[in-house]
């Protein structure tokens, strides 16, 4: 399975999956390009000392949104790409795209869906949505994506006590090391779904 890598930020998940890939712990999966909407993040930097290919691509560079899907669907199908893995992607992926790969994008969401998700809930929005609810517990989550934030079908979870003492900081290097273990094994699962010809 050829797969893209979306981020906008450091790019950690995506340093995540490439540990994951070395140590042999994802099966079938290439990584083909990774694109980011934000020209100085960390993640284009880190495909590029792997030698991976990196784009920066944003709907600021295009008139429509119509046009940036066009654009992206362009670059996926130039890279052959099968399956696209968001990995701290901070933009709305275009329902052109979604239509395109139905059941073969996945994202990370630092919280136990369908809890705190939705427009506004990323990062360390989420964390201080966990805290002042005074919930006992949070997590991460790996799902499909669909037209709707943080909605599709989950993949995979796991969950993290909160501790008294938390912080939305504290929580979130908590949760983030979650993450990187359960994205990796959610690719490893995509990569077999897809296989095994499931791509309703």
């Known amino acids: 399975m ?33 694109m980011s909407n934000n020209s100085s993040s960390g993640i284009l930097e880190i495909a590029r000392a792997n030698a991976i290919p990196a784009f920066h691509l944003s709907q600021k560079q295009f008139p429509s949104e119509e046009q940036y899907a066009h654009a992206l669907l362009a670059l996926l199908r130039a890279h052959a790409v099968d399956a696209i893995v968001l990995a701290g992607f901070m933009k709305r992926i275009p329902a052109q795209v979604i239509k395109a790969f139905r059941k073969r994008i996945i994202n990370i969401h630092p919280a136990l869906l369908p809890k705190y998700g939705g427009q506004g809930m ?37 969950r993290v006590p909160v501790m008294p003492h938390d912080t939305p900081e504290s929580l979130a290097e908590r949760v983030l090391i979650v993450e990187h273990r359960i994205l990796p094994a959610a690719l490893t699962r995509l990569s077999a779904a897809l296989n095994n010809g499931d791509k309703k």
Do not use: P, W
Request: glycine fraction near 12%.
């Open 2 to 34: 050829n797969a893209a890598v979306f981020g906008s930020g450091r790019g950690s998940n995506f340093q995540s999956i490439l540990a994951a890939m070395k140590e042999g712990r994802v099966e079938g999966v290439t990584i083909s390009l990774v």
């Open 122 to 158: 990323f990062g360390i929005h989420v964390h201080e949505a966990v805290l002042q609810a005074g919930d006992r517990e949070s997590g991460a989550t790996v799902h499909y994506v669909d037209e709707q934030y943080d909605h599709g079908e989950i993949l995979l979870q796991e």
